[in-house]
């Protein structure tokens, strides 16, 4: 089946011609077209642009100038500004938007002879856990559509779990991409802040939002991120650290690897299963030769409280300029300017990307800025501390990716404690910009559900070793909803 084959697989089949990517373009879209109505992981899709990409790359073949990624049909996630496609950021606020130029992140993938297949569905402007707040609908689980993907990178995970794309791109600010990689059961990385360009990312929270690869295995992750990350002039906050080749350790040893178990993530707050799960994992990782330490993380409790009040603050200030003058909706229904400003917000923006700018500015006025912001940045330093700390003497952290699995549309939605609650794991790995990766180990109830690895600063390549050599042994990552098999 070929929507099942890894990237490295259908790589090597453009290269012997076994398939052009034309007709591998045409296949996904196939696929998109048949099965996305149920799913709705795609806000735009693109069939002339993609197949447009699709002959560049076998032109790139024919020239000999292909890269691993050429010819590869993959989403991306509708906050990358691209401007061969509109950018809404699932909001009303940018319907119809389309930029004078492409993301750093976009010109690399095509630069690289990538397919672009259309835009992911998303929470609105990255804002909630369960790609609910879309203005364009909410997107589906795969595994059960009465379910949600997760979020923010809801439609991302969606699509490649469905395998109606190789891989997608999405972001994470606070688990955005470990949380539905963990829902729907795929492989999906974070890497350290500063390991991929944000230029042309459309901000959320600039000092927490990051980049990365979703798809199903840790390999093809591996294979995106070489061409994604990099310094980038563009981006003050891009790290000049020297970019490895993220797929050529994978093959490492587990031998003497040493992983921290931190007591503080498991706790009542994890579903029992899911840590029978986990067990079952470690018992997995021990037989490849990893052994385990036991660590405390004692300023992990005020992750999510530190990070409720960062986030909205920052996306306060970002937001700003969504005014109906300068950028996005204006309504129709003013007399005068001030007016104008209040109905262009009130009706372009959703009612949870509401709720986070009102926080955050509260949080930022005058008298409350020392109080909430500037406490909680100190907050954020003393757990990048114990992090710091646990780095000493371990290589590698090993802790749930979510509570439990995916919970039904609709059952959080007006619950905003309780959706925040759904990245209590995710969040500590923003706070400290460090790489974490959530890779499938089971399933509960017919759900998958994922365990999440974090590791040091810049240490994407040991996550990726250790996530590939469980992958090697299990084949969790290789399973796929049946009801999204090949088309006839």
Request: proline share 4%.
């Amino acid at each position: 089946m070929l929507f099942n084959k890894s990237i490295s697989q259908i790589h090597d089949m453009l290269v012997n011609r076994e398939i052009s990517a034309t007709e591998l373009t045409k296949y996904y879209l196939k696929r998109i077209n048949h099965y996305d109505k149920q799913l709705q992981s795609f806000i735009h899709l693109d069939e002339d642009k993609a197949l447009e990409y699709a002959l560049k790359a076998e032109q790139m073949f024919a020239d000999n100038s292909y890269t691993p990624l050429t010819g590869i049909p993959v989403g991306m996630k509708d906050l990358f500004v691209t401007k061969d496609m509109p950018t809404t950021c699932g909001s009303k606020m940018l319907k119809g938007y389309m930029s004078p130029f492409n993301s750093t992140l976009v010109e690399r993938f095509l630069s690289a002879g990538g397919v672009m297949v259309g835009k992911n569905n998303m929470d609105e402007f990255a804002m909630g856990s369960s790609n609910e707040t879309s203005y364009y609908g909410e997107c589906r689980n795969p595994w059960n559509t009465e379910y949600v993907p997760g979020g923010s990178s809801g439609g991302s995970a969606s699509c490649v779990a469905a395998r109606i794309a190789t891989a997608s791109i999405g972001t994470d600010t606070g688990g955005s991409i470990r949380q539905p990689a963990s829902f729907c059961g795929v492989t999906g990385i974070k890497p350290t802040y500063g390991r991929i360009s944000r230029y042309g990312m459309v901000a959320f929270a600039s000092s927490l939002d990051q980049a990365g690869p979703i798809a199903p295995s840790a390999e093809d992750c591996a294979i995106l991120l070489n061409h994604l990350s990099g310094f980038d002039k563009m981006d003050s906050t891009s790290s000049r650290m020297e970019k490895p080749d993220f797929t050529s350790g994978l093959n490492k040893s587990l031998e003497g690897l040493t992983i921290g178990i931190p007591e503080e993530f498991f706790s009542d707050q994890l579903d029992k299963r899911c840590a029978a799960l986990i067990d079952e994992a470690k018992k997995e990782l021990t037989a490849l030769g990893a052994q385990f330490r036991s660590i405390h993380l004692p300023n992990l409790k005020y992750s999510v409280a530190t990070y409720y009040v960062i986030a909205p603050c920052e996306a306060s200030s970002n937001l700003s300029r969504f005014d109906g003058v300068r950028y996005g909706h204006r309504s129709e229904q003013s007399e005068t300017l001030e007016e104008m400003y209040v109905n262009s917000r009130t009706e372009g923006f959703g009612e949870e990307v509401k709720r986070r700018i009102i926080v955050g500015t509260f949080a930022l006025s005058s008298g409350y800025y020392d109080d909430y912001y500037q406490k909680a940045q100190k907050i954020r330093q003393v757990i990048r501390n114990d992090y710091l700390t646990a780095f000493r003497d371990v290589d590698v952290i090993l802790c749930p990716s979510t509570p439990g699995t995916a919970f039904k549309i609709g059952e959080k939605i007006d619950d905003p404690i309780s959706m925040y609650l759904a990245d209590i794991f995710t969040i500590s790995a923003n706070l400290a910009g460090l790489p974490a990766l959530s890779m499938p180990i089971g399933f509960i109830d017919e759900l998958p559900y994922g365990l999440q690895l974090v590791g040091d600063r810049f240490c994407e390549k040991q996550l990726l070793q250790v996530a590939h050599q469980y992958q090697q042994v299990t084949q969790w990552h290789n399973k796929h909803p049946e009801e999204f098999g090949e088309i006839a």
